[in-house]
Protein backbone atom coordinates (compact mmCIF):
# COMPACT_ATOMS: atom_id res chain seq x y z
CA UNK A 1 0.00 0.00 0.00
CA UNK A 2 2.53 2.76 0.69
CA UNK A 3 4.88 1.40 -1.96
CA UNK A 4 2.06 2.01 -4.38
CA UNK A 5 1.58 5.52 -3.05
CA UNK A 6 4.90 6.68 -2.75
CA UNK A 7 4.87 5.14 -6.91
CA UNK A 8 1.90 7.76 -7.42
CA UNK A 9 3.54 10.74 -5.96
CA UNK A 10 6.48 10.33 -7.53
CA UNK A 11 4.66 9.71 -10.86
CA UNK A 12 3.05 12.72 -10.43
CA UNK A 13 5.80 14.44 -9.30
CA UNK A 14 7.84 13.70 -12.84
CA UNK A 15 4.24 14.69 -14.43
CA UNK A 16 4.62 17.93 -12.61
CA UNK A 17 8.43 18.39 -13.96
CA UNK A 18 7.27 17.04 -17.28
CA UNK A 19 4.86 20.24 -17.92
CA UNK A 20 7.23 22.96 -16.43
CA UNK A 21 9.94 21.74 -19.02
CA UNK A 22 8.05 21.74 -21.94
CA UNK A 23 6.36 24.86 -21.45
CA UNK A 24 9.57 26.33 -20.40
CA UNK A 25 11.37 24.88 -23.64
CA UNK A 26 8.00 26.45 -25.97
CA UNK A 27 8.36 29.72 -24.31
CA UNK A 28 12.33 29.91 -24.99
CA UNK A 29 11.58 28.86 -28.77
CA UNK A 30 8.14 31.15 -28.58
CA UNK A 31 10.63 34.31 -28.42
CA UNK A 32 12.38 33.32 -31.33
CA UNK A 33 11.22 34.80 -34.70
CA UNK A 34 10.95 32.61 -38.05
CA UNK A 35 12.70 33.59 -41.22
CA UNK A 36 10.48 34.68 -43.63
CA UNK A 37 10.59 31.64 -46.15
CA UNK A 38 9.57 29.58 -43.30
CA UNK A 39 6.83 31.60 -42.76
CA UNK A 40 5.88 31.18 -46.11
CA UNK A 41 6.56 27.69 -45.92
CA UNK A 42 3.83 27.21 -42.75
CA UNK A 43 1.56 30.15 -43.99
CA UNK A 44 2.51 31.93 -40.76
CA UNK A 45 0.01 34.82 -40.61
CA UNK A 46 1.73 36.77 -37.78
CA UNK A 47 -0.95 35.60 -35.15
CA UNK A 48 -0.38 32.25 -34.43
CA UNK A 49 0.84 28.80 -35.72
CA UNK A 50 -1.54 26.88 -36.76
CA UNK A 51 -2.24 23.82 -34.23
CA UNK A 52 -2.77 20.92 -36.72
CA UNK A 53 0.66 21.87 -38.09
CA UNK A 54 2.40 20.21 -35.69
CA UNK A 55 2.68 16.45 -38.03
CA UNK A 56 3.49 17.96 -40.97
CA UNK A 57 6.20 19.76 -39.55
CA UNK A 58 8.05 17.18 -37.64
CA UNK A 59 7.83 15.12 -40.70
CA UNK A 60 9.66 18.23 -42.47
CA UNK A 61 11.90 18.33 -39.51
CA UNK A 62 12.82 14.35 -39.83
CA UNK A 63 14.28 14.89 -43.61
CA UNK A 64 16.17 17.77 -42.40
CA UNK A 65 19.51 17.18 -41.15
CA UNK A 66 19.80 17.18 -37.74
CA UNK A 67 22.79 19.84 -35.52
CA UNK A 68 22.69 17.34 -33.15
CA UNK A 69 21.55 19.11 -29.80
CA UNK A 70 17.82 18.75 -30.42
CA UNK A 71 16.83 15.34 -30.09
CA UNK A 72 15.45 15.24 -26.35
CA UNK A 73 13.88 18.71 -26.74
CA UNK A 74 11.84 17.56 -29.80
CA UNK A 75 11.20 14.08 -27.91
CA UNK A 76 10.12 16.16 -24.65
CA UNK A 77 7.58 18.10 -26.86
CA UNK A 78 6.03 15.70 -28.69
CA UNK A 79 5.34 13.47 -25.74
CA UNK A 80 3.69 16.78 -24.45
CA UNK A 81 1.53 17.80 -27.45
CA UNK A 82 0.00 13.91 -27.94
CA UNK A 83 -0.59 14.61 -23.89
CA UNK A 84 -2.21 18.21 -24.89
CA UNK A 85 -4.19 16.58 -27.80
CA UNK A 86 -5.14 13.65 -25.50
CA UNK A 87 -6.54 16.05 -22.78
CA UNK A 88 -8.23 18.23 -25.49
CA UNK A 89 -10.23 15.15 -26.74
CA UNK A 90 -11.05 13.98 -23.45
CA UNK A 91 -11.98 17.35 -21.85
CA UNK A 92 -13.14 19.50 -24.94
CA UNK A 93 -16.76 18.47 -24.62
CA UNK A 94 -17.09 19.46 -21.11
CA UNK A 95 -15.55 22.66 -21.49
CA UNK A 96 -15.42 25.72 -24.49
CA UNK A 97 -13.10 27.52 -21.73
CA UNK A 98 -10.49 24.55 -21.56
CA UNK A 99 -10.92 23.65 -25.26
CA UNK A 100 -9.60 27.33 -26.46
CA UNK A 101 -6.39 26.50 -24.08
CA UNK A 102 -5.70 23.55 -25.57
CA UNK A 103 -5.57 24.96 -28.91
CA UNK A 104 -3.34 27.29 -28.18
CA UNK A 105 -0.94 24.97 -26.47
CA UNK A 106 -0.84 22.89 -29.61
CA UNK A 107 0.20 25.90 -31.62
CA UNK A 108 2.93 26.78 -29.19
CA UNK A 109 4.13 23.63 -29.69
CA UNK A 110 3.86 23.88 -33.71
CA UNK A 111 5.44 27.10 -33.54
CA UNK A 112 8.11 24.88 -31.60
CA UNK A 113 8.11 22.95 -34.25
CA UNK A 114 8.83 25.63 -36.81
CA UNK A 115 11.52 27.59 -35.10
CA UNK A 116 13.03 23.92 -34.67
CA UNK A 117 12.85 23.31 -38.78
CA UNK A 118 14.14 26.65 -39.41
CA UNK A 119 17.23 26.24 -37.14
CA UNK A 120 17.88 23.14 -38.91
CA UNK A 121 17.76 24.62 -42.44
CA UNK A 122 19.69 27.61 -41.43
CA UNK A 123 22.55 25.52 -40.20
CA UNK A 124 22.12 23.36 -43.59
CA UNK A 125 23.11 26.74 -45.90
CA UNK A 126 26.17 27.93 -43.91
Known amino acids: MIASLILLLSLGALAQFLVAYCRTLIVAYGE ?67 SQWFDHERARCSYFAAVTLDRRLVALLK
Open 32 to 98: AELSLQMREVIGFDGQAADPGEFDRLMGLMRVAPSPGDDHTNIRVVTLYYRLIALAEALLSPVSAKA
